[in-house]
């Protein structure tokens, strides 16, 4: 296995276009998270997935973004009408079932909003 | 929520010592902790569960001490490849992910 796989790695879009990037798991693991991080910060809880099912979804989450998990696998994140606030590097985890597991972290999707 | 990190900042020399702190002003379920270099993803560490837990892997170890809501990262004969910035993620109530928070992080610096 090749961990945590995360596209594209940089996007450099315009102030109020779409962007989405994609994020496929560890193949065993049913437990998908996004997290957002600005330099200097630790990660910011997204949103999580159990198999299909977005279970949790951070209260700070503005309705302009959208996370997938079509069949349990792969998992798409979209932001819509992006604002420039919405420039960070996005990181998508996956952990197996059980209480002693540990994320792991794809090495993410930086994008930029000009 | 989010978990209090000291120090801010360490630099060390090869084969020196470092304590990394971690502290939370509610009740801990678990501490997990983190390294990420400059561009990388983070990478995980170790995960403590229970209060009192030491855990530990080559030169490098925690405890959690569940009463004072800390967790404290050791890092012993430090290596050049110790340097990057140390997050603790603290959960206060299993499996509730929007309650798992991470620090805003150690940076670690281990020079010649």
């Known amino acids: 296995d090749t961990g945590v796989s995360q596209n594209p790695r940089h996007k450099i879009t315009k102030r109020g276009q779409n962007v989405t990037f994609r994020c496929d798991p560890i193949?065993?693991?049913?437990?998908l998270y996004w997290y957002r991080q600005t330099l200097g910060q630790g990660p910011e809880f997204l949103t999580y997935?159990?198999?299909?099912?977005?279970?949790?979804k951070s209260r700070l989450l503005s309705d302009r973004f959208s996370a997938e998990r079509p069949k349990g696998s792969f998992s798409t994140l979209e932001i819509q009408r992006t604002e420039q606030g919405d420039s960070a590097m996005y990181l998508c985890a996956s952990s197996g079932v059980g209480g002693d597991y540990g994320y792991t972290f794809g090495s993410g999707t930086r994008l930029t909003v000009v | 929520q989010q978990p209090v990190q000291s120090p801010q900042a360490v630099i060390l020399r090869e084969g020196e010592d470092a304590v990394i702190n971690c502290s939370s002003s509610k009740a801990l379920y678990s501490v997990h902790w983190y390294r990420q270099k400059h561009g990388e993803a983070p990478v995980f560490l170790m995960i403590?569960?229970?209060?009192?837990e030491q855990k530990g892997h080559d030169k490098i170890s925690a405890s959690f001490n569940e009463k004072k809501q800390q967790s404290s990262l050791y890092l012993t004969a430090s290596q050049l490849s110790y340097s990057g910035t140390y997050f603790c993620g603290t959960e206060s109530r299993r499996y509730n992910f929007n309650k798992f928070y991470f620090g805003s992080g150690t940076k670690l610096n281990v020079k010649p």
């Open positions: 193949s065993e693991h049913n437990r």
């Open positions: 403590l569960l229970k209060g009192g």
């Open positions: 997935f159990q198999n299909e099912a977005q279970l949790e």
